[in-house]
T-cell receptor
Framework: DAKTTQPNSMESNEEEPVHLPCNHS???????IHWYRQLPSQGPEYVIH???SNVNNRMASLAIAEDRKSSTLILHRATLRDAAVYYC???????????FGSGTKLNVKP | DAGVIQSPRHEVTEMGQEVTLRCKPI?????LFWYRQTMMRGLELLIY????????DSGMPEDRFSAKMPNASFSTLKIQPSEPRDSAVYFC?????????FGDGTRLSIL
């Protein structure tokens, strides 16, 4: 299984940008990088995904290092609703098989 | 859009009883996934289906666990007999590619 490494927890102030890092040094050329988040007492929720180029959507941006060994999820203006556990996931061979690690618990302070 | 619907939301039962968890995927989705979440092991993929056919069940922990998808709008995950270590939150998800859409889960407690 392709491994990812994320900090256990991070803290941010409301309305400030948040950069959530993920290391995936064993990534292969066909591995996609997915980010999901899980709010308290809910199922995981899709945030963004990408392969090589940086990606933007209405929720966040994904910055992928040139060597693809790391990536960063960027929340441009954190809100209290963004407090969640954020998972960085690689999919290898089988695009449907997700291996969720322990994720990063984001705390947003008002 | 109703989203993925799971029932029941909570289930408390005694060890040895049969437990059946239910999932209604989003209409039009051709993939369905069952996950289990515990504090110790985090989120684990148990099994997934494509067009009602099981594709990968390598995450199913034991023969006590079984999953079926009789049609495109319904799936069950059954545990028989149940044990206290099966206590967890079980999530169902569906997709037609990316992303996977998750239900709110069933919190299962086996006493």
């Amino acid at each position: 299984d392709a491994k990812t490494t994320q900090p256990n927890s991070m803290e941010s102030n409301e309305e400030e940008p948040v950069h959530l890092p993920c290391n995936h040094s064993t990534i292969s050329g066909t591995d996609y990088i997915h980010w999901y988040r899980q709010l308290p007492s809910q199922g995981p929720e899709y945030v963004i995904h990408g392969l090589t180029s940086n990606v933007n959507n209405r929720m966040a941006s994904l910055a992928i290092a040139e060597d693809r060994k790391s990536s960063t999820l960027i929340l441009h203006r954190a809100t209290l609703r963004d407090a969640a556990v954020y998972y960085c996931i690689l999919t290898r061979v089988d695009f449907n098989k997700f291996y969720f690690g322990s994720g990063t618990k984001l705390n947003v302070k008002p | 859009d109703a989203g993925v619907i799971q029932s029941p939301r909570h289930e408390v039962t005694e060890m040895g009883q049969e437990v059946t968890l239910r999932c209604k995927p989003i209409s039009g989705h051709d993939y369905l996934f069952w996950y289990r979440q515990t504090m110790m092991r985090g989120l684990e993929l148990l099994i997934y289906f494509n067009n009602n056919v099981p594709i990968d069940d390598s995450g199913m922990p034991e023969d006590r666990f079984s999953a079926k998808m009789p049609n495109a709008s319904f799936s069950t995950l059954k545990i028989q007999p149940s044990e206290p270590r099966d206590s967890a939150v079980y999530f169902c998800a569906s997709s037609s590619g990316v992303p996977q859409h998750f239900g709110d889960g069933t919190r299962l407690s086996i006493l």
